[in-house]
């Protein structure tokens, strides 16, 4: 919803003059920060983005009314629903003679019509609501002028704020979402003693069921409780939310759901809002409620901010890049000025580095481990929204935009907020064994293109190129077998991450069958791309989708059964003593081969099937290339040259239309060790997709976080790679874009931590720390000869754990 009051602003409106007292400009390769406040109307151009894994607030920043819009990760549009299909196990040897046959349309309307549930939609992402506070500045009549306006959001603290200067009076705001409190947590000043007031309230756009101020209590306070829409006897999901505040010597009186606060120099405010998803009665939701706040008012703000900011900067200052200086004339701009002139021609790479810094930060904000029993990862938009359904549905969409949230997780060394992964798996896996019998006749577990905060496996949205797709859970954990690569963490492999991967290899060994020689899909399809039916086939010229032995799936299988066979290695199991294990070997040598097609590119689909999206947005072909690494050209030379085929036509006929898209495409170059040409969609990025608050959109507008975190990925993957098998130093460094540069802290499969620097194109020095000890086998871009502690590297080293190793290309 876009921001309402609920209030009469203390003052007018004030006019803004340009800043004096926030003229010096913040460190451009940090902070975001501004000299206006954001658009009241335009939540996804302007608003900060805070949070503490499962609360969250964007901050706009106004002077006379400032608005927190704020959200707890449990808070959806309803309770767990059924949605099996009935027909679908009875339909699926019908859909596949269909497709096996040819007859392409009428197989995709069967499939449609028999295999999908008359609920076509899960639950949606919701919000909790805004907190509006409308601000009162002593003496101001609303004639004068505000100077030194400046909001900011530190991306290496993850704390934001507001100062600005009324009739000598210097205001500020600091906003903290604290992850070790579970509160979020704001302090506005005055420099003069007495000279702020201000009315604080809550609004929501519906399903409000009680809105209430009191200013009796030793912390006055504003509570909403609200629901999810249904009657109570359909057990909505069911919220409630409480700021308390503390005003030292301040006068405090409350009417109508509003608190009123005057004369007060410094005013603290503690949020937290809890769900029936995690405490079942209103009793616990209360009583969870008063435990966090009682015990940050006790600590008091100082406490709770400086145990927030350890907590959070101790993630985010773990890893670090510098691409170079920005010009002292773009250094001295604020943000949203050098977006604006990114979109005109790229000179600004200190903006790439903040861009990158953004993306850690939004990703610590949005997924942590809290202790909780369940977790919630990162959705569409991060953990951020302003509706009461937010856009797409804000669902955990598992065929790319899931799992691109997590790319940068490993790699730029935070490892520990893919955790939440591991709860949505969880909370999966018992419906998606439901489902799997009921739909497939199988064992195992089943994942269609989407999941809920309830783990709904069925396909969903009954639309023709992307519901019928049962790969989720096979993409999925290929994350989490990548968490123990990262971490060298046996205990995880062998209680969760196996047991795991055994359950979605059970599945397709049932759900796969045979076709001219290997076990195949089917029905499946290729996200979400359609193609000319053949000739021959039903209805030739019309568009098909759905098909069978589709080439993502393979890749994706390939991936599934060799990661399964890589944890049985680690974890000591033979073959001769482990069903599981014999049976992944059996089934590898079934998967269909990657298929080249006539342009000599990886073909998308069973056969060379005439497109109809050349450029079609999803790189699904190329999952081999990235995240996978079967087409890896360290792996497959020739595959890796096929993939390049495909990516470049798909480029050439405009693909990347989308700000996700074309991040893959930056992972996907950087992948194929094409520099320039990753830098290049690296530019093209701030060219058309950010907003003015540096948020990835869709096509230019609505707010999709998985591109933040895709360009935050692609970037790292020009200089790291480790997927291969290798620590591989400047894979695809843009000589020529970024000469000179370094990273710090970012992490490499095998649990090594690396710290490279290059001049001029070219390798100056790395350091590889081995946290856990084991093999370290290095490349130095495009295969260099270089010394590791002064020794000409000939083969792979044997480590010892907490050593350094020093790669140069000299003695």
Not at 227 to 255: K, L, M
Not at 748 to 776: H, P, Q, Y
């Amino acid at each position: 919803m876009k921001p309402h009051s609920l209030l009469t602003p203390l003052l007018p409106l004030l006019a803004i003059t340009p800043p004096t007292l926030a003229a010096t400009p913040l460190d451009a390769s940090r902070y975001l920060w501004y000299t206006t406040p954001a658009p009241p109307t335009d939540w996804e151009n302007g608003a900060l983005p805070i949070g503490n894994g499962r609360l969250a607030g964007t901050i706009y920043g106004g002077i006379d009314h400032e608005v927190l819009t704020i959200n707890e990760n449990t808070i959806w549009s309803g309770p767990l629903q059924e949605r099996t299909p009935e027909n679908a196990l009875a339909a699926l040897p019908v859909a596949r003679e269909m497709l096996v046959s040819g007859n392409i349309s009428a197989a995709g309307d069967f499939i449609l019509r028999e295999m999908m549930h008359p609920v076509d939609s899960m639950r949606a992402y919701s919000y909790f609501g805004n907190l509006e506070v409308a601000v009162g500045h002593a003496g101001h009549t609303g004639q004068g002028d505000v100077s030194g306006y400046r909001r900011w959001l530190d991306t290496k603290r993850g704390d934001g704020g507001v100062e600005y200067v009324v009739d000598g009076v210097r205001y500020t705001r600091e906003y903290i979402a604290s992850y070790p409190a579970g509160v979020l947590a704001a302090r506005f000043t005055a420099s003069e003693k007495g000279a702020l007031s201000l009315n604080a309230t809550f609004s929501r756009a519906e399903s409000v069921t009680s809105l209430q101020a009191s200013a009796s209590d030793t912390a006055p306070w504003i509570k909403l409780d609200g629901t999810s829409g249904q009657p109570a006897d359909e057990d909505p999901i069911v919220f409630s939310g409480q700021a308390s505040f503390v005003a030292d010597g301040a006068r405090f009186s409350a009417s109508n759901g509003t608190l009123s606060i005057t004369g007060a120099t410094t005013i603290d405010l503690f949020f937290d809002a809890e769900t029936n998803y995690r405490y079942p009665s209103q009793d616990g939701i209360d009583a969870e409620i008063r435990r966090k706040l009682d015990n940050a008012l006790t600590k008091g703000f100082d406490k709770v901010k400086d145990e927030a900011l350890k907590d959070s900067s101790t993630l985010l200052e773990r890893a670090s890049i510098n691409l170079g200086n920005s010009s002292s004339e773009i250094r001295a701009l604020p943000t949203d000025e050098r977006i604006a002139r990114a979109r005109s021609g790229f000179d600004d790479p200190e903006l790439a580095t903040l861009t990158w810094s953004y993306g850690r930060h939004m990703l610590v904000a949005s997924s942590r481990n809290t202790g909780e029993d369940i977790d919630l990862p990162a959705n569409l938009q991060g953990i951020w929204n302003n509706e009461t359904t937010a856009a797409w549905g804000g669902k955990y969409t598992i065929n790319i935009n899931t799992e691109m949230n997590y790319w940068p997780a490993g790699q730029t060394n935070l490892i520990e907020t893919q955790k939440p992964l591991f709860d949505l798996f969880k909370v999966a896996q018992p419906r998606g064994q439901a489902l799997a019998e009921d739909m497939y006749n199988c064992s195992g577990m089943v994942i269609h293109h989407n999941l809920d905060i309830w783990g709904d496996p069925a396909p969903v949205d009954n639309y023709t190129s992307a519901s019928m797709w049962p790969m989720g859970a096979a993409w999925l954990v290929t994350h989490l077998i990548d968490h123990y690569r990262f971490t060298g963490d046996k205990e995880l492999l062998e209680e969760t991450v196996y047991p795991y991967l055994v359950d979605v290899a059970k599945f397709y060994q049932c759900y796969t069958f045979e076709h001219e020689g290997y076990k195949v899909t089917g029905p499946s399809l290729s996200p979400e791309n359609t193609f000319a039916i053949p000739d021959d086939w039903s209805i030739a010229g019309s568009s098909g989708a759905m098909d069978i032995a589709i080439p993502m799936d393979d890749q994706i299988l390939w991936e599934v059964f060799n990661n399964l066979l890589e944890a049985a290695s680690a974890l000591g199991i033979k073959d001769d003593n482990d069903e599981a294990v014999s049976a992944a070997k059996s089934f590898i040598a079934q998967i269909h081969p990657p298929r080249i097609g006539s342009k000599g590119q990886i073909q998308e689909w069973r056969l060379d099937y005439e497109s109809e999206a050349l450029g079609h947005r999803h790189l699904s072909p190329l999952f081999g290339l990235h995240p996978g690494r079967q087409f890896s050209p360290l792996v497959n030379e020739t595959l890796g040259a096929a993939a390049g085929v495909l990516l470049d036509d798909r480029l050439e006929h405009g693909s990347g239309s989308t700000g996700w898209s074309n991040a893959w495409f930056i992972n996907q170059y950087a992948r194929l060790y094409r520099g320039e040409d990753a830098w290049a969609q690296v530019e093209k990025w701030f060219s058309l997709y950010p907003t003015k608050n540096l948020w990835n959109t869709d096509n230019g507008a609505t707010f999709q976080i998985d591109g933040n975190f895709g360009v935050t990925s692609g970037i790292t993957e020009m200089f790291l790679q480790s997927h291969a098998g290798v620590v591989h130093l400047l894979p695809a460094l843009s000589g020529e874009s970024v000469p000179r540069g370094s990273v710090k802290g970012l992490k490499a499969r095998g649990n090594f931590e690396v710290d490279i620097e290059w001049v001029d194109g070219k390798l100056e020095s790395a350091v590889v720390k081995s946290v856990g000890g084991g093999v370290l086998k290095v490349r130095v871009q495009d295969e260099e000869q270089f010394y590791v502690n002064g020794d000409l590297y000939e083969e792979a080293l044997e480590t010892t754990g907490g050593e350094e190793y020093v790669i140069t290309l000299t003695k």
